[in-house]
């Protein structure tokens, strides 16, 4: 052993090598670059969506449709654009391609209302009622006064009194629903499968035909309606 040997402490500074003068404008010209074609990009991105809104107005949803992706093709997360398409295919009866999209606008911006709720009722559509269950009640956390959430929660309600046979209960649901017929609640589509429905078990044809014209003027094509009718 060495005695009084104290080790010396060495401090070590790494010294970043300084990179040549042209490298340094060409790192600077690729950046201004860069920023240059992302403000491009958002400026293409906007006329594409303006046009969209304008073959919309004028009932051309193929050209509506093109240019969306066109403004998505641009900008991905170009959240107007993603609900312009979402909303185009909806209407247009793409309702799974509707649903898709709607699902990728919520993943983005989990608190979308209308989302949720259009997301709801596609969930209904497709019998897939826990899904339609969660959207509707994140659209009740945000609104739970919205009149499009509260005739969601009253579908769901005629669901589950129907997957228990209680009659009183099925009875009690579908007043509910009669209840809360508004001009904001026609365009629901499964809102008027459970009215059908509920006629129907009432024996009342008449009324359960009426409902089924009314929803037929709504969604001419829907199979499960076309079915029932014939």
């Known amino acids: 052993m060495f005695s009084g040997f104290t080790p010396r402490r060495f401090s070590i500074r790494a010294v970043a090598p300084s ?3 042209s490298l340094k404008t060409a790192c600077l010209v690729l950046a201004v670059t860069a920023v240059s074609a992302c403000k491009d990009d958002a ?32 900008q991905p997360n170009n959240l107007p654009a993603r609900l312009g398409l979402a909303e185009l295919l909806s209407a247009s009866g793409e309702r799974d391609e509707a649903y898709a999209q709607f ?11 209308a989302a949720l709720l259009e997301l ?6 497709r019998l897939e009622w826990a899904d ?5 009640d994140r659209a009740a956390a945000l609104a739970p006064d ?20 209680d009659v009183e209960r099925i009875a ?24 059908i429905d509920g006629f129907v078990r009432q024996g009342a044809p008449e009324k359960a035909m009426q409902e089924m014209d009314v929803a037929l003027a709504q969604a001419p094509g829907d199979l499960w309606l076309l079915s029932v009718k014939t």
Not at 56 to 71: F, I, K, Q, S, T
Not at 103 to 109: G, M
Not at 132 to 136: D, K, L, P, S
Request: aromatic fraction near 4%.
């Open 146 to 165: 919205d009149a499009g959430v509260a005739v969601r929660l009253a579908v769901l309600a005629y669901a589950d009194a129907s997957e228990t046979g």
């Open 103 to 113: 699902r990728r606008l919520v993943e983005q911006e989990p608190n979308h209302l």
């Open 43 to 74: 400026t293409t991105a906007a006329r594409h969506l303006e046009r969209a809104g304008t073959y919309v107005a004028e009932g051309d949803p193929a050209r509506a449709r093109l240019e969306y992706l066109n403004a998505l093709k641009l």
């Open 120 to 125: 709801s009722e596609l969930a209904m559509e």
């Open 19 to 21: 990179l040549p003068v």
């Open 172 to 195: 009690a649901a579908h007043a509910d629903l009669l209840a809360l017929r508004s001009p904001e609640a026609v365009a629901l589509l499964p809102m008027h499968y459970a009215l």
């Open 132 to 136: 339609a269950r969660g959207y509707t």
